[in-house]
T-cell receptor, first 112, second 111 residues
Framework: NAGVTQTPKFQVLKTGQSMTLQCAQD?????MSWYRQDPGMGLRLIHY???????DQGEVPNGYNVSRSTTEDFPLRLLSAAPSQTSVYFC???????????FGDGTRLSIL | SQQGEEDPQALSIQEGENATMNCSYK?????LQWYRQNSGRGLVHLIL?????REKHSGRLRVTLDTSKKSSSLLITASRAADTASYFC???????????FGTGTRLLVSP
């Protein structure tokens, strides 16, 4: 069981470039989420999904796009990278409400 | 905005001592969760406590929840060097796993 797998682990982008952060889970979880972690601020929710075909915005959605075509995958797209998006990005999945989330190991993204 | 505020921000203790971390939050919740994060790694779930529960135990961990004060505490008994990590509380206000995290407590346990 791989759990939640995030790729890539590290990425450096130039301002204005676009890219997709991949997230896959093999636990058949309905809920999936993307968070960003900045120094001293804990994790903040970017987008989340309660099932295939259903997504919604979190606290800090601007500049990011998501889709959920399958239960397993929940990619996060940066449309036009900005230095303010330099962060560590975590994907998480959960079975249903009132259950814990399982986190991937993160993607460390630097935007120059 | 951050829902949870954790106290202390940093805690340094010796092996064998107990560690207590506190979390305060602002709005009503469905559940409150505690996670551990080792340096450079993802978060690992420790305990989930529902809004109608007051206390939960898991091994050396004890979590309490006081919804009237909007606060929770995590107690780690008989700490070990391996407990060195950052600890975060997170609240779920909607039941849809939209977690709102606190800023965390950095725990250092010295041998």
């Amino acid at each position: 069981n791989a759990g939640v797998t995030q790729t890539p682990k590290f990425q450096v982008l130039k301002t204005g470039q676009s890219m997709t952060l991949q997230c896959a889970q093999d636990m058949n979880h309905e809920y999936m989420s993307w968070y960003r972690q900045d120094p001293g601020m804990g994790l903040r929710l970017i987008h989340y999904s309660v099932g295939a075909g259903i997504t919604d915005q979190g606290e800090v959605p601007n500049g990011y796009n998501v889709s959920r075509s399958t239960t397993e995958d929940f990619p996060l797209r940066l449309l036009s990278a900005a230095p303010s998006q330099t962060s560590v990005y975590f994907c998480a999945s959960g079975a249903y409400s009132n259950q814990p989330q399982h986190f991937g190991d993160g993607t460390r993204l630097s935007i120059l | 905005s951050q829902q949870g505020e954790e106290d202390p921000q940093a805690l340094s203790i010796q092996e064998g001592e107990n560690a207590t971390m506190n979390c305060s939050y602002k709005t009503s919740i469905n559940n409150l969760q505690w996670y551990r994060q080792n340096s450079g790694r993802g978060l690992v779930h420790l305990i989930l406590i529902r809004s109608n529960e007051r206390e939960k135990h898991s091994g050396r961990l004890r979590v309490t929840l006081d919804t009237s004060k909007k606060s929770s505490s995590l107690l780690i008994t008989a700490s070990r060097a391996a407990d060195t990590a950052s600890y975060f509380c997170a609240t779920d206000n909607t039941g849809f796993q939209k977690l709102v995290f606190g800023t965390g407590t950095r725990l250092l346990v010295s041998p």
